[in-house]
């Protein structure tokens, strides 16, 4: 059973751009959760989705950020006209059925910002 | 608002020593608390899930406890090894289930 798979691993833009993270969570797995790590800070919860639902957006910034989680294929976070300070780890996490299960981690994509 | 507190926040021990690492918290009203390892640019590894009605979980050389009206966990990590060199990290999930707060983590080093 392949773990949470995130894509690209690496990811540089320049100001201005955007980028797109994608996360594909655990078979069987119906809830994705996306955090960010920002250098030399803790994991901030971002969004938190299961198929087609946005179940809290608590963590995300207002502007520039939207996440989804279509009914196929995998999460999408997406960041518009990036900035530097967008720079940081940007993790996926998937569990089963109801909320409060136990979070599975995917590798992160680790974004830069030029 | 929730607030997750390790202590400390790095610790360097040789190999076969016994540790304790902290994990503090403001607000009991948790559903669950996990403990997970972070390796150097790598993603996290769950360790232990502590549901709030229990007050341990054990995993090999691993024991997590959990007091949830004085807003304490402990992971004891028996027999250190060279191996368990990484940073650890608490996370309390929400009382509604949906969103994990996590510690600045306690970066552990063990050498041989």
């Known amino acids: 059973n392949a773990g949470v798979m995130q894509n690209p691993r690496h990811l540089v833009r320049r100001r201005g751009q955007e980028a797109r993270l994608r996360c594909s969570p655990m078979?069987?797995?119906?809830?994705v959760y996306w955090y960010r790590q920002l250098p030399e800070e803790g994991l901030k919860f971002m969004v938190y989705?299961?198929?087609?639902?946005?179940?809290?957006e608590s963590g995300m910034p207002k502007e520039r950020f939207s996440a989804e989680f279509p009914k196929e294929g995998p999460s999408i976070l997406r960041i518009q006209q990036v900035v530097r300070g967008d720079s940081a780890a940007y993790f996926c996490?998937?569990?089963?059925?109801?909320?409060?299960?136990?979070?599975?981690f995917g590798p992160g994509t680790r974004l830069t910002v030029l | 608002k929730q607030e997750v507190t390790q202590i400390p926040a790095a610790l360097s021990v040789p190999e076969g020593e016994n540790l304790v690492l902290n994990c503090s918290f403001t607000?009991?009203?948790?559903?669950?608390l996990q403990w997970f390892r972070q390796d150097p640019g790598k993603g996290l590894t769950s360790l232990l899930l502590?549901?709030?009605?229990?007050r341990e979980q054990t995993s090999g050389r691993l024991n997590a406890s959990l007091d949830k009206s004085s807003g304490r966990s402990t992971l004891y990590i028996a027999a250190s090894q060279p191996g368990d060199s990484a940073t650890y990290l608490c996370?309390?999930?929400?009382?509604?289930?949906?969103?994990?707060?996590f510690g600045k983590g306690t970066t552990l080093s063990v050498s041989s």
């Open positions: 989705l299961q198929k087609e639902n946005i179940i809290d």
């Open positions: 607000d009991s009203a948790i559903y669950n």
């Open positions: 996490a998937s569990s089963p059925g109801l909320a409060g299960n136990e979070q599975f």
């Open positions: 502590i549901q709030s009605s229990q």
């Open positions: 078979k069987g797995h119906s809830h």
């Open positions: 996370a309390v999930c929400n009382q509604a289930g949906t969103a994990l707060i």
